[in-house]
């Protein structure tokens, strides 16, 4: 009988409640149920959670090292003498070392010693979140030489796939695949019904608009706020704000923002761990959702709110626009800008434009926002495609 093959992902770890580490978590806990493979997960930070059906490792390391430090000992731990699969859902400005250790590593570094001696162990597998591309449409120089360590890549998006087309060598074998949802909790409820989850401070007939990032530079939570000031006075001031986010003070300084646009009587904002299903009441609350990062590689709260039947205005650029079946929604960019050591191109966008899609969108029927959004089903997607993939690399 065939040993199962060791599979070990890198990413941020699967207890937090990230995006990349719930997607991380959904594919390696299917993954799991494989008998093919053996899965085990190397995480940044997060403390574990023994519930979850595969062993975890943990890096907890200085800002700014992606497991240099770990993942020799992690993976020799994990797959012993077997060969196996690394699979990362990172970035490539966060692997590149593993891909290009020569390149990128010191030279007397212990983990490229290690992989001059362990590197025929391992296929290296790549899930990348593309959230920007470089100057003219195509990924940047040092991204490129970092894709071509990967032995096989699979995308976010169409639209990554594409860039990745124009950009690589040889991407015959590269294919991009959405993630999935839990459309069973994310979900339409009344809206009468789900507002009482913000009464006393949202009225009956106010704009609730709903907003949920991290607080990190690519989320644009000034844009936001200057979005929220204009159809706040457009509207008479019934209007009201919900951000869900995880810090109120770290890139962005909310307590600031909510103070230069007065906005103490018509926003709430929340921080806390809230599970899937307050999170479904609180979209069905809204009257629109708006998605301000400059950039989604894939875009949860896109897609939960359009399960939960309210629409979403977003940037048209990267794979969150996809989602997006309706292109009244998307608000088109007025110029250019990059962004960072990887030349990342990010829009500049007018809030203007923003508000104004909002204020047209009206009510949209609830059953119009989830059909745009069925086709991510895991109950499909699993065992349709993503079982398929996985298997196609070793069979």
């Known amino acids: 009988m065939r040993q199962p093959v060791p599979i070990l992902f890198l990413s941020d770890a699967p207890d937090l409640p990230t995006g990349l580490a719930r997607i991380s978590r959904d594919l390696a806990i299917r993954l799991s149920g494989e008998p093919t493979f053996r899965v085990g997960f190397l995480g940044l930070h997060g403390t574990g959670n023994r519930s979850l059906p595969f062993p975890q490792y943990h890096i907890q390391e200085e800002s700014g090292l992606w497991g240099e430090t770990t993942l020799d000992r992690a993976w020799d731990d994990f797959a012993g003498n077997e060969k196996g699969i690394i699979f990362t859902i990172w970035d490539v400005s966060r692997t590149s070392w593993l891909a290009r250790p020569q390149q990128w590593l010191p030279p007397k570094a212990r983990i490229k010693e290690w992989l001059a001696e362990r590197r025929s162990s391992f296929s290296l597998w790549g899930y990348f979140p593309t959230d920007a591309v470089g100057p003219g449409g195509r990924f940047t120089t040092l991204a490129v030489d970092a894709y071509q360590g990967y032995d096989r890549r ?120 809230a599970p899937d299903g307050e999170m479904a009441l609180r979209y069905s609350a809204c009257n629109a959702t708006m998605a301000p990062g400059l950039g989604e590689g894939f875009g949860y709260p896109i897609v939960e709110s359009l399960a939960c039947g309210t629409p979403v205005a977003h940037v048209r650029y990267a794979g969150g626009a996809e989602l997006i079946h309706n292109q ?68």
């Open 154 to 273: 699979l995308w976010y998006s169409k639209g990554a796939l594409e860039a990745a087309q124009r950009s690589l060598p040889d991407t015959r074998s590269d294919a991009w695949l959405p993630h999935g949802l839990d459309l069973s909790v994310f979900k339409p409820t009344p809206m009468g019904e789900a507002r009482k989850v913000f009464h006393p401070r949202v009225g009956e007939h106010d704009f609730l608009l709903g907003a949920v990032a991290t607080n990190q530079p690519r989320k644009d939570f000034g844009l936001l706020f200057e979005t929220a000031y204009i159809l706040r006075e457009a509207l008479g001031g019934q209007f009201h704000l919900w951000l869900h986010t995880d810090l109120e003070v770290r890139y962005w300084n909310v307590h600031a923002l909510i103070a230069d646009y007065k906005m103490e009587r018509h926003c709430t904002i929340t921080t806390h761990e």
């Open 328 to 395: 009244e929604w998307l608000v088109n960019p007025i110029g250019w800008r990059l962004e960072g050591q990887h030349n990342a191109q990010r829009p500049f966008v007018k809030p203007q434009d923003f508000a104004e899609v909002l204020l047209k969108m009206g009510d949209q029927p609830a059953e119009d926002c989830r059909a745009m959004t069925t086709h991510l089903s895991w109950e499909r997607l699993w065992p349709a495609v993503w079982r398929k993939w996985f298997l196609g690399g070793v069979t």
